[in-house]
């Protein structure tokens, strides 16, 4: 996927990617860990991504960013009229998720993690 993306669309789906990770409160070392980015040198890392770097070429990544974005869009669509709840939806308990909330599901279980809260939100 990420040879697919031009420099200027991978821009976009980093800011568009940690805006919305930021929005449901998620934590800098968190955010990395969802990313699958390496735990080191987050912080340095983290502030190029804010200024305008893409996230690296790394197929892994990208398939995460996607997810993560579909979660995003899915849940906007779940409460159309609150972009608030909408948030609050991926740090919230869920009976789904055994009354975890889809944040810690993800952190816990990474890319499988978000696939099974993908499949949940679309359903």
Known sequence: MPERLSAEEKVALTHRVLTVLSAWQVEPMEQGQLLGLPAKDSGRRFRRYRAGAPLPDEREIWT????????????????????LS??????????????????????????????????????
């Open 64 to 83: 995460r960013v996607a997810l993560l974005l579909r979660i995003e869009n899915a849940a906007q669509q779940l409460f159309p009229h609150s972009a």
């Open 86 to 123: 909408a948030n609050l939806w991926v740090t919230s308990p869920n009976r789904r998720f055994g009354g975890r909330t889809p944040l810690a599901l993800m952190l816990d279980q990474g890319l499988e993690g978000m696939r099974h809260v993908e499949r949940a939100i679309v359903d």
